[in-house]
């Protein structure tokens, strides 16, 4: 009888303290955060954009893309994701942000400024003349395109004052090669390369510097008239480049059939 007592005991016990056990168990749950609309992913994403919170406002927009694809709020996260790798400096994500926007929505109202940052993505990512030339010529793709899909936004007028930058070191890169090629005497090479820079531009120092390095070729090819005329046209159309002395040295020199010194200039 007693042994039934103490057991009935400990049984009230437990239902008196299974109540509160229950209660601790269910508030020291963490409450998970309501599910966030695309709009709110989109504004909180937006909002840490403009106060420079790069990491934040691509953890946002990723987020939105990633629950909400088919969002009315979609496109504009995908751009805003794209500025914001951007705005960070990672110009290979946002080259390939920028990318997947232009596919994905091709017929959107910003895609000719879409077009612009993707060739300045390339812009911010091209290396010095001696180096490898890839994200050049990607820029230079970029912005041909954008001027040719988009000949009157304002942002083909952009695009075509960077196209300009681009080219000039496309050519600085082919004039520094041809240089080397010259030097250990593959003048056929040199030409090509030397043709090559000079096509690119046509105008200002990096023109004339082609064209210079052009007629020392031609001439160790044997090919004096054209030689001379490269010569000629240094000096006639690019009287403000600062080598262009060298060039009318080279001219008298071969109007007077005296053999020049060679000099390797790098």
């Known amino acids: ?139 230079i793709r970029a912005f041909e395109k954008l001027i040719r899909i988009y000949p009157t936004s304002p942002w083909a007028l952009r695009g075509s004052q960077i196209l300009k930058e681009c080219r000039e070191r496309l050519a600085q890169h082919d004039i520094y090669v041809g240089k080397f090629y010259y030097k250990v005497k593959e003048y056929k090479a040199a030409k090509l390369r030397f043709l090559s820079a000079y096509n690119q531009v046509k105008n200002g120092e990096v023109a004339a510097e082609a064209l210079y390095w052009l007629g020392k070729t031609y001439e160790e090819l044997g090919e004096k008239e054209k030689a001379m005329e490269c010569y000629r046209k240094v000096v006639k159309e690019y009287g403000m480049w600062g080598d262009v002395d060298k060039a009318e040295d080279a001219l008298e020199a071969l109007k007077k059939g005296k053999k020049r010194k060679k000099f390797i200039f790098f």
């Open 1 to 139: 009888m007693e042994k039934e007592t103490q057991n009935m005991k400990r049984l009230v016990v437990l239902l008196l303290i299974l109540p509160f056990l229950s209660g601790c168990l269910f508030w020291g749950k963490k409450k998970g955060n309501p599910t966030e609309s695309p709009e709110e992913l989109y504004k909180s994403g937006e909002q840490a954009l403009f106060s420079r919170k790069f990491g934040t406002a691509k953890e946002r927009f990723k987020k939105l893309l990633e629950s909400s694809p088919e969002s009315e709020f979609s496109r504009t996260a995908r751009l805003g994701l794209a500025e914001a790798y951007y705005r960070d400096g990672d110009y290979e994500e946002a080259a390939q942000a920028y990318q997947d926007y232009l596919e994905l929505h091709p017929l959107s109202p910003n895609s000719d400024y879409v077009q612009y940052k993707l060739g300045m993505c390339y812009y911010k990512l091209m290396l010095p003349p001696d180096r490898d030339q890839s994200y050049t010529e990607k820029a």
